[in-house]
């Protein structure tokens, strides 16, 4: 339980950086954090991402929403300071059991790219980064001349990495700490095979632009532990006004109160990740809370590189088609959209699935680089395929529209 001295002093952070927050309080006891309104998309939406926010601070953007305009994140020295400080304490713990010297950051763009050089040296390690605009054999070249004792990166991209070589053990990789995506345990035993090193020597860490670094796996415990001064709390898809059956019984949308976490409203954060097997473990003599794994994302966004939302797919299949159904599904961190309408042709196919991966520039970039794979657009034939079991579970997102 928080010690209510301490949510009140976070209520009135909140209400000093968001005044329109204290509107959703008017009827609430604040002596309960449990009891205070989750901040949801729509929330979000229509009161942060697309506000001015101070020129001191460093902004960071990322996917489309219904306004049709990329979001905007917003972090303080003080933030960004607080960011840095906890990958350093969780990247140098992880690193310590081996003679670490070199780090390699292939990790796209974003805050995570953009901190990366920061973060290893600051552990104390000699850093070099690629760049996300080059080729996928030029990843290979710089991985194979640096040889770098510990590499950072994203599984998309790793696995892409893997697919251009035939020798991965030649990187002399000892350590990997994965971020950005699902990476599930199977993929980091084979991932590990192929380095020619130990699963315990890949750490996977979830993290969010909005709150930083949330969880790292713990070999020695063999579940996700959160990073301290996180609230987390697993909710159920009805809380949120999601349809019931998209979580299996032993699964929850996670959802956050950040204390240290002062640009961005994170108090009852819905993340709209789904993690399995929430619950707490006793770790040195505490109980704290953990998860089993994180499964997919909810709502209107997944990850492919960079977060990309239902808004950007839209947009892009609305400039060819009036009518249309749409359904997407992520496979193995794969994005795969299903579109069903009369006016579809190959062509038009294939300009939507273009136009998708250049509504974020850097995911076009990438792509055609082959550092991360294609977004998949493909024609309905027989809408009832979307009806059976094992389609259902794995489509995550369905639309329809009609332009008038």
């Given at each position: ?12 952070e909140m209400i000093n950086y968001f ?326 042709t190959d062509l038009i196919q294939k ?54």
């Amino acid at each position: 339980m928080v010690e209510k001295e301490r949510l009140q002093t976070k209520i009135n952070e909140m209400i000093n950086y968001f005044p329109w927050y204290k509107d959703y309080l008017s009827s609430m006891k604040l002596d309960n954090l449990f009891q205070l309104p989750l901040i949801t998309r729509e929330m979000l939406e229509k009161h942060y991402y697309h506000q001015d926010f101070n020129p001191a601070w460093k902004i960071y953007q990322t996917s489309g929403t219904s306004s049709n305009k990329r979001k905007k994140i917003a972090y303080s020295k003080e933030d960004d300071q607080e960011y840095l400080d906890k990958k350093v304490q969780i990247y140098a713990r992880f690193l310590r059991d081996k003679p670490i010297r070199t780090a390699m950051s292939d990790m796209g763009t974003g805050h995570a790219a953009n901190t990366a050089m920061e973060v290893f040296k600051s552990v104390g390690l000699i850093c070099e980064d690629i760049p996300y605009h080059l080729p996928v054999q030029d990843h290979v070249k710089l991985l194979k001349q640096f040889r770098p004792d510990c590499l950072y990166t994203m599984p998309s991209i790793l696995e892409s990495i893997l697919s251009a070589t035939d020798h991965p053990e030649q990187f002399g990789i000892q350590k990997v700490i994965l971020v950005g995506e699902v990476a599930s345990a199977e993929w980091q035993k084979k991932v590990a095979s192929r380095l020619g090193i130990d699963r315990q020597d890949i750490m996977d860490t979830v993290g969010s632009i909005e709150i930083g670094t949330i969880a790292y796996y713990s070999h020695e415990h063999g579940c996700y532990l959160f990073v301290e001064d996180l609230v987390p709390e697993g909710i159920r898809a009805e809380e949120v006004g999601l349809n019931v059956d998209l979580l299996r019984e032993d699964e929850r949308i996670l959802t956050l109160t950040s204390f240290s976490r002062k640009t961005f409203p994170a108090v009852r954060f819905v993340t709209y990740d789904v993690v399995r097997g929430f619950k707490p473990i006793q770790v040195a003599g505490k109980m704290v809370p953990s998860f089993q794994s994180l499964v997919k994302r909810v709502g209107t966004e997944w990850k492919h590189g960079e977060k990309i939302s239902f808004y950007d797919i839209e947009e892009a299949a609305f400039r060819y088609l009036d009518k249309a159904t749409i359904w997407i599904q992520v496979d193995q961190n794969k994005l795969l959209v299903w579109i069903d309408s009369p006016f579809i042709t190959d062509l038009i196919q294939k300009q939507i699935q273009l136009d998708i991966q250049d509504q974020i520039p850097e995911i076009g970039i990438m792509i055609r680089n082959g550092i991360l794979d294609e977004i998949q657009v493909n024609i309905v034939t027989d809408p009832k395929q979307f009806q059976t079991d094992r389609v259902k579970k794995k489509v995550i997102h369905h639309k329809q529209w009609e332009r008038h």
